[in-house]
C-alpha cells in the first residue's frame, strides 16, 4: 500500500537570500514536505518502523534552515537530498519553500519554489 506523508506549514525565521541585505534582516519561511512510500507495515501493524518519523523530518528541515542559502532551489535540493539519504523507505519526496515578502519591487505574498526527487 503506497501512500503520502506530508509536514505542512513548517515556520522558520532565516537569514536566506541573494541581496546582502536580505542575509541582514532575515525573513519568514514556510516549508512543506510530502513522502511517498509503502505503508504496508504501518497500516498491518501499527508500527512506527513502517513510516517514517515526523520528528526526525522536522528535525532535517530545521537543520537545512538553520543554514544560510541564496537560493530556494539550493535549499530544497538540500532537503531531498537529505531526506532521502535519511530514509531509504521513501520513494519521492516533494518540498515547497515559500519566502514571506520577497524583497521584488511590487506587492508579493510570497515566493515559492517547489522540487520533488
Known amino acids: 500500500m503506497v501512500g503520502e506523508v506530508a509536514l505542512e506549514g513548517m515556520e522558520f525565521?532565516?537569514?536566506?537570500?541573494?541581496?546582502?541585505?536580505?542575509?541582514?534582516?532575515?525573513?519568514?519561511?514556510?516549508?512543506?514536505?510530502?513522502?511517498?512510500?509503502?505503508?504496508?507495515?504501518?497500516?498491518?501493524?501499527?508500527?512506527?518502523?513502517?513510516?517514517?518519523?515526523?520528528?526526525?523530518?522536522?528535525?532535517?528541515?530545521?537543520?537545512?534552515?538553520g543554514v544560510d542559502a541564496s537560493l530556494l532551489e539550493h535549499l530544497a535540493g538540500k532537503l531531498v537530498k537529505k531526506i532521502r539519504q535519511n530514509f531509504s523507505e521513501v520513494e519521492s519526496v516533494r518540498v515547497r519553500i515559500s519566502k514571506h515578502n520577497p524583497p521584488i519591487k511590487g506587492l508579493c505574498k510570497k515566493a515559492t519554489v517547489t522540487l520533488e526527487g
Open 13 to 65: 525565521y532565516a537569514r536566506h537570500g541573494y541581496y546582502e541585505e536580505e542575509r541582514k534582516i532575515g525573513n519568514k519561511y514556510t516549508v512543506d514536505i510530502f513522502m511517498t512510500l509503502d505503508m504496508e507495515e504501518a497500516v498491518a501493524e501499527d508500527k512506527l518502523e513502517g513510516t517514517v518519523n515526523y520528528e526526525k523530518i522536522y528535525e532535517i528541515v530545521a537543520e537545512v534552515m
